[in-house]
């Protein structure tokens, strides 16, 4: 190795002693030197001994400089050839990696942060995010397990992973589908951490890239992440209010042979259409006919607020065909993150291998809350509650859109967290959701949600998580934002209008 | 559509009265004509009142069957056009789907789900999982925090994600770090679900297929999987005793201009190694000049033998170049599930947005429960009762090694959780690995922790997980595994002697 050169007139003021520590003004001039560039990566710095003469400070001054500066990885001192600079301050411009140059494509897309991301101002009413509100999570119950728990705590808990999740949730999940009229044997279960990652998992295990996805249009957009993170193309099939029409996606398992068909049938999400009975009888048909295998996504099932849904298809699936999602986020609280995949036995092996190696296993500790929360007798009562205060807070969104933005136009949803809401015509998405938060409130803009194009005359509103007064509050806004933007396009228009009639 | 075939002479056998349930026996007749291939999909039934004549029983008995044999999905009635054969019974080897084969190739190694799986039998010795024992987590101070955060458990517990992760937690990693002469503020500390989802973030932030990716060889298999998941080539420098050799990585970064480069410099996975002061400098230079960002797994650094190994790499790290990556699954128990990347501040949002589409977030409670322990009086006991007891467990197994299997030789690793042994020459993992599994002792094989091609002629023994008697015993079956294949390798060779000398 070269020999660095030796910087003997070093640009350092002389320390003030009435300025603080004086080996602290070293440092700092030092640092300034590296980051204005006055002193570069691999030059060497004076002997301490010289630069305590050339400050008049003493030695030690400067020998704890240096090695503050060494401890940073800023200098770096070998016997016998001085003491070097090796970095540059985290703060230096020069010297600052471009790390969101380096980011992978997914990774950069600016929409995938928000999801799940809490207000940024708790003034703001985020009618974007998929969650109720902590009124309507179960705490006192979760509360009360978790004591039980805690009380007899053991080594259980914290062992290494047991394949495919904890037997006691796996068992338990098994009999809860039994009660809802599924039958899955607890050995076909795999438990997933939330019902993201079980769509990770899913297409980490089934998908190469290039493979083609079959999904309702609009769609849930942690199915379109995870799909187009395993390289896949998700190719789209419009819903109507009874879900995906089977001709139009017998059409597309022709045109497109998919690897997989995604579908929430039941309260989807953002539509809350329903797939009905017939439908689900025929797409299964189709599937089985062109043997592409369905996942089936029920996280609002039990979240109706008529009567309950129709079977999931996995209750009807006699060719093990379908595997099922389905999670606690739900049913009890997001915070859990526990879900299950309830899969034909021939799916389970690469389904396991890659929840395996997305992370190992899902918590002890989490799973054992939710097995008990899954077994416990007020978990009806609890679902009772929330059916009952989502419906009400539907019907309060549904009269305040009807009364303050009659212009928009939407179906009431039977169930779930969604309304689906089609803006006045000529207005789009990108001109509302900036002037929406401008008002103080969040939608979800319809074009993330559309596998394909399109979307631009939709938002998606969760009415979940707000107690009517905060929903009429955030109709409110979303009124005064679609005015506000109406008007901007109508300017726009009329401004623009004399040169289209010369064109 | 158009009318399917009816099939009026049905090959079902009159059920008998004795033989139990009639309407039991129309069903397992007609599943089993399914079955067969007499009954196929499309093909319609008699009416209920013509079958029932036919086998001599009452149509109510046959209309049960009919009702169970659809709630099953294997047929379908339409009002007016009859009922008609629409699937399969799930045991039906005609309907059966082909999973596997649709697996991804990832998914399908089979060598992905010994990660982490537990012993199949119990007699089984497992040294080739990376875990210790139940008698070295910390049950008796975990389960007390468990308690105290039962006893005020509240709603925050239970609350959807907060992107990074639970602001204490994270605090809190973050004066963990800097009790360990690493500087990283809570806002650059991303918590993960366990060290490998950390190593799948990583990938899914700043990988595309095709990138290279720079590793140790051999390396941690669970590295290994998550670049290879998101497409990445993974080229290995081969380590030495003190690690990397930063001439070679020089080579190597100049040659295939990695994205990345993966390290674990301190108590490597698999050989033990600790990267040397002089060699962590030199690196971090390296990768400043190559302007190649560093990822650096610190997962064994606290169980030192001897003295404390050299400080981390992030801890030297001025130019914002490493992120860091740590586990609570070898501070407290893998069952907890809780890790984190500590980064440069432009890394964390393409990580952060990885991680919320990977699961969201960690669980509240786990993270809760990490937080606590991280701070609790006792981690520093437990951290000296964990080297002790793995210094202890690894001095047993290098004296029964030396005593049993002199013909096998390895450097004694001064921390962590492995040794690696090289084999007799002429001895190879293929001959080894499946005996060593006959005699009840599971090793894992050099070449799965080889990027490229190599390895072969090592295995990777875990002593952290064993007390003295049981690793003795381990070691024992080992022997006789090394004396059986060898011989079986050593006949095969004069056997096929003569061929080679003819040639």
């Known amino acids: 190795m070269a020999r660095p050169p030796r910087t003997d007139d070093l640009p350092i003021p002389r320390p003030d002693p009435r300025s603080g520590r004086l080996s602290r003004q070293v440092v700092e001039a030092i640092e300034s030197g590296i980051r204005s560039g006055q002193l570069r990566v691999g030059q060497r710095l004076p002997a301490e001994r010289k630069l305590a003469t050339q400050l008049g400070v003493s030695r030690t001054t400067v020998t704890g400089a240096y090695q503050e500066l060494e401890a940073r990885g800023l200098l770096r001192g070998h016997v016998g050839r001085g003491t070097v600079v090796v970095g540059a301050p985290a703060d230096s411009a020069s010297a600052a990696f471009p790390w969101s140059q380096r980011a992978s494509s997914s990774a950069r897309q600016p929409w995938q942060l928000s999801l799940g991301t809490p207000a940024h101002r708790a003034d703001v009413i985020r009618f974007d995010v998929g969650w109720t509100d902590g009124s309507l999570y179960p705490v006192t119950e979760l509360n009360a397990i978790l004591r039980e728990i805690a ?132 797409i299964l048909d189709l599937a089985m006919r062109h043997r592409v295998p369905v996942i089936e996504s029920d996280l609002y099932g039990e979240i109706y607020f008529d009567e309950p849904p129709p079977p999931p298809l996995k209750a009807l699936d006699g060719a093990g065909l379908v595997i099922y999602q389905g999670s606690f986020s739900k049913l009890a609280a997001p915070g859990l993150r526990v879900g299950w995949l309830a899969a034909p036995p021939g799916a389970w092996p690469p389904l396991a291998a890659a929840k395996a190696f997305a992370d190992l296993h899902t918590p002890a500790l989490t799973q054992r809350l939710a097995a008990r929360f899954l077994e416990s007798p007020r978990l009806e009562g609890h679902l009772a509650t929330v059916r009952a205060e989502c419906r009400r807070r539907r019907d309060h969104l549904v009269s305040a859109l009807r009364r303050d933005i009659p212009r928009i136009s939407f179906r009431i949803p039977s169930g779930g967290y969604y309304l689906w809401a089609q803006l006045p015509p000529a207005l789009r998405t990108e001109d509302l959701v900036p002037a929406a938060a401008a008002h103080g409130v969040m939608v979800r803009p319809g074009p993330e949600m559309v596998p394909e194009r399109g979307g631009e005359g939709h938002v998606r509103l969760c009415f979940a998580g707000f107690e009517p007064a905060r929903l009429t509050e955030g109709v409110r806004r979303l009124a005064a934002a679609v005015e506000e933007a109406s008007q901007r396009v109508n300017g726009a228009r009329r401004e623009t209008a004399p040169t289209v009639s010369v064109v």
């Open 151 to 282: 009380a007899d705590a053991a080594l259980d808990l914290y062992r290494p992973p047991r394949p495919g999740g904890d037997p006691v949730l796996r068992e338990a999940v098994s009999r809860w589908l039994h009660s809802r009229g599924t039958e899955v044997p607890p050995e076909s279960i795999l438990i997933t951490t939330g019902g993201q990652q079980g769509l990770n998992v899913l297409a980490r295990a089934f998908l190469e890239p290039g493979d083609v996805v079959v999904t309702e249009s609009p769609t849930f957009i942690g199915a379109l992440v995870a799909f187009r993170w395993a390289g896949a193309d998700v190719i789209g099939v419009p819903v109507d209010h009874e879900g995906v029409p089977p001709d139009l996606l017998e059409e597309t398992l022709i045109r497109h042979r998919p690897k997989l068909i995604y579908l929430m049938p039941t309260f989807q999400n953002p539509t809350g259409a329903v797939l009905g009975r017939e439908r689900r009888r025929r």
